[in-house]
Every structure is written in C-alpha cells, then in structure tokens.
C-alpha cells in the first residue's frame, strides 16, 4: 500500500507544479496587450521600471516552482518512513504551494497597476467603449459541442449504485468498510454534473470582441469555445469509465481490491485531466496566434475592476467569467453577492475538512489499543475504532505465535510500520478488524458470527489476560 501512495502522490506532485507553472504562460510578456495581466500600450513595455519589474517575477516565479517540485518530490518518501507524518508534511506543502501561487501572481500584478496610474498609462476611451459583433453573437450556439453529450455518462455512472449494492450484498460489506467506496460514487457522480453545468455557461458565455474583422472574431471565440467544450466532453466521459472500472471491480471482488485496480483508477482520472487541459491549452496558443496577426486587434481596459487581483464588477451580470491571469480557467465576480457566498461555504468546507483530518491524523499519532469488559460484553478500541461482542457472539478464541499467512486488505482503518488499526479482509479469512501491535506476539484470534478480531498488546502478560477473559468468556457460552 506504501508503495501505492507513492507513486500516486509523486505523480500528482510531477503533474501538479509543472501544469500550474505553464498553464499561467509566460505572464511577463507583452500579450494581447497586457503584461503582468495590466494592459498598458505597446510603447511603454520597454520602460525600466516595467522591464525591472517584469525580470523579477520572472526570476521569482521559476525559483518557486523549481523549489517546490523538489520539496513536492522528496516529500514523497516519508511514505516509506511514517505514513502519517507524510499525510502532515504534504498537506503543510500543498498549502504553502498554493498560497505562493496566490501571492506571485497578485502582488506583482497589483504592482504593475499601480505603476500604470502613477504614469497615467490609461486610455480613456478604451475604457467605455462597448464592441459588438452581431454575426459572432448570432454564431455563439454553433460554436460549441452539444452539452447533451454528457448525459449518456452521466446515466451510467448514476446507474452504477445497483452494481455498489448487490456488491455490498454478495460480500456482507458493514457502512465502516463501504463508505469510501460510496465516496467515490458520488465523486464520481459529482464530477460528471459538474463538467456538464461548466459546458452550459462556457456555451451561454457572451463571445468577445477581439478585432474590427468578424472572420478574427468568430475564429477567436470558436477556438475557446469549442476546446472548452470538448475538454469537459472527453474528461466527463473519462471520469465516468474511472468509476466504472472501480464499480466492476467493486462488484466482482467487494471492498477487497488490488493495488493494480487503485492504479488503473488513478491512471484515468491523470488521463482525465490531461483530455480536459490538452484542448484549452492547443487553443490558448492557436488563438495567440490568430490576434497576434491581426494589425487591427483592440483590446478593452477594463483593469480597474481586476485592480486588486480578481474580478469586482457589480454592472457585470455575470457571476463567471474568463480568468484574467489564466484563460484556461474560469474566474467568479465578486462584484456579485453570490460569489462572496460561494467563496464563503467553499472556505468553511476545506476548513472543516482539515480540521477533520488533522482530528482523524491526532488519533494515529499515539496508538494505544484499549481491551474493555462490562458484564458480557467485550471491546477493543484504538485510533478511533472499536469493535463491542457479546460473548454469545464468540465462536472461538485462539492464541497466535504469529498472524496467518495470507494477504490482508485495508479497507478503512490506518497501517504503519508499528500498528494496524481499522477494518480489513483476508483473503481466506474475508472480513476483519485488526487492533495489533506489528512485531508484538502473541496475537488473538477472535472468530465472531460475521467476523474476525485480530488484537494484541506491546506487552505479552497483557495479551495473555485478554485471552484468558475472553476464553473464560466463550467457554461460559
């Protein structure tokens, strides 16, 4: 499992820094009249302040990335050492990553806005001038892939529930042991929907007005449109054979799967990402291209309302709109109160999602497995989990020099090199809960009606009182 989470996370970390570091472009060049995402005119781009100012980012944006792939990259390793302090250390680096992506893109842009008013590089009337192109707005719906291409997907994923649940079934699998796999069903559920309301407002986005030449226009707007389009088809569709492939599986073997299963769903959801990313980021220089050799290209100043680093435009009736910094991705208007809310319940999830974690990472940190007894019935519990058994439950207790020889999946529950704690399932012995302590023996074997209990103590005496209370126990029955 250990070697699984490595290859996953350090695929994620290669794939992560290098999309984020280009997928913003070379933001210090002078493009389609902007530079640090500031339009000024052309003539000023060589002014020394701006060229002083544009150098910096540059030197301080590749430093960043450059430093993160490798801190992203050797992080990675600690799964072999301590899985946990891993799970800390990466999200300490995630968090940090994403915070110097906010702050190297904001301040060096606000920066750059400040210096165009002290120098009154503003053109007025560029400002208010409203262009309109009535064949590309009459063009817009022709523009874009139909958005009913998502809904034969979007059935089957739903449908897949009765495979989770006749596999639930076959396998007498407990809530403890399924929840995950119902996580990445609505995962996977949520995502399609997602992808197919994201199609809806890139194909009722207004087109822009790039050129006084409407063949510049509608070549521009259909270029995004239909890249936009087409991304969110091809990873709607990937998304939707991700989960498939997990609910087959899920169906024929249970929560019991292999590492190649888990790679495989891994693979498609990075296959996923790259159908969605490929097109936007074809487009993006094709569209380059396209205004950048046309002589009659204007562009409209509109930077007073991304002054402070994001869209404020309470006129704009829009709540999303294409990102300033980035036109691959979109960006909300917090000009409008529902950005501000979405921002907000979006914030108190991930908030209450780390607090979560970092309840969940507090209990594996120092695991002590407790052994209760209250008049017949009987409890082990240990980072969070506990098993309780009558002892009419108990079927047999038996004393083990060492755990059986068989290979054990972990379906809900935590392993280091120290302990095993959670939920489980043999391959012979089918459904379990280990309470153990790795290298300590003996170690209990207790068969219930519907599972086994594996358990043991740091200290052998321990061990040996549990087995004699339990024995006791199942011998009275």
């Keep these: 499992m250990n070697i699984a989470m490595f290859f996953i996370f350090l695929i994620s970390n290669l794939i992560i820094v290098p999309l984020c570091r280009y997928s913003y472009g070379k933001m210090w060049e002078y493009r389609e009249g902007m530079v640090l995402g500031v339009h000024i005119p052309a003539t000023c781009i060589h002014h020394p302040e701006v060229e002083e100012l544009c150098e910096k980012y540059r030197r301080n944006w590749t430093l960043f990335h450059r430093i993160n792939l490798a801190v992203g990259t050797l992080s990675c390793f600690l799964c072999f050492v301590d899985y946990i302090v891993f799970i800390i250390v990466w999200s300490l680096w995630l968090l940090e990553y994403v915070c110097g992506l906010e702050y190297l893109i904001i301040v060096p842009h606000r920066r750059m806005y400040r210096l165009k008013v002290k120098k009154g590089w503003v053109d007025e009337r560029s400002k208010k001038i409203v262009r309109i192109d009535t064949a590309v707005s009459a063009a817009s719906e022709k523009m874009a892939l139909d958005w009913k291409w998502h809904l034969p997907v979007l059935a089957l994923t739903a449908a897949t529930v009765f495979l989770v649940v006749e596999g639930e079934r076959r396998f007498h699998v407990s809530w403890a042991e399924a929840w995950p796999i119902w996580l ?12 197919l309301g994201m199609h809806l407002a890139v194909v009722r986005r207004p087109n822009r007005v790039y050129s006084d030449h409407t063949e510049i226009n509608l070549a ?39 590492g190649a299963v888990y790679g495989i769903y891994a693979a498609l959801l990075i296959l996923e990402v790259a159908a969605l990313l490929f097109p936007l980021a074809r487009s993006v220089r094709k569209r380059q291209e396209v205004l950048e050799a046309d002589t009659s290209a204007c562009y409209i100043d509109d930077d007073e309302y991304w002054k402070y680093g ?63 007894q209250e008049g017949n019935t009987f409890t082990f519990e240990a980072a969070g989990y506990d098993c309780s058994f009558d002892k009419e439950e108990i079927r047999s207790v038996t004393l083990l020099e060492d755990m059986p020889d068989e290979n054990f999946t972990r379906t809900n529950g935590g392993s280091t090199e120290e302990y095993n704690v959670g939920h489980f399932r043999g391959k012979e012995t089918g459904k379990c809960m280990m309470f153990l302590y790795r290298g300590s023996t003996p170690v209990l074997e207790i068969r219930l009606d519907d599972m086994t209990v594996f358990a043991n103590s740091q200290q052998e005496e321990t061990t040996l009182q549990w087995y004699e209370k339990l024995a006791e126990g199942a011998a009275e029955e």
């Design 220 to 258: 521009a707007n259909r270029l995004m449109k239909r890249s936009w389009t087409e991304g969110l088809v091809y990873a709607s569709w990937l998304n939707g054979a991700s989960w498939l492939w997990m609910a087959f599986w899920y169906f024929r073997c249970g929560p019991d799967l292999s």
């Design 310 to 372: 994001w869209y404020n435009n309470p006129g704009d009736r829009h709540l999303f709109i294409q990102d300033r910094f980035n036109s691959m991705n979109m960006s909300m208007n917090y000009g409008r109160p529902a950005a501000k809310v979405i921002t907000a319940v979006l914030a108190a999830v991930v908030v209450g999602i780390v607090i979560w974690t970092a309840v969940l990472l507090a209990d594996f940190i120092n695991v002590e497995v407790l052994f209760t």
């Design 184 to 195: 990445l069903y609505g995962t996977g559920i949520g995502l399609c929907l997602l992808f």
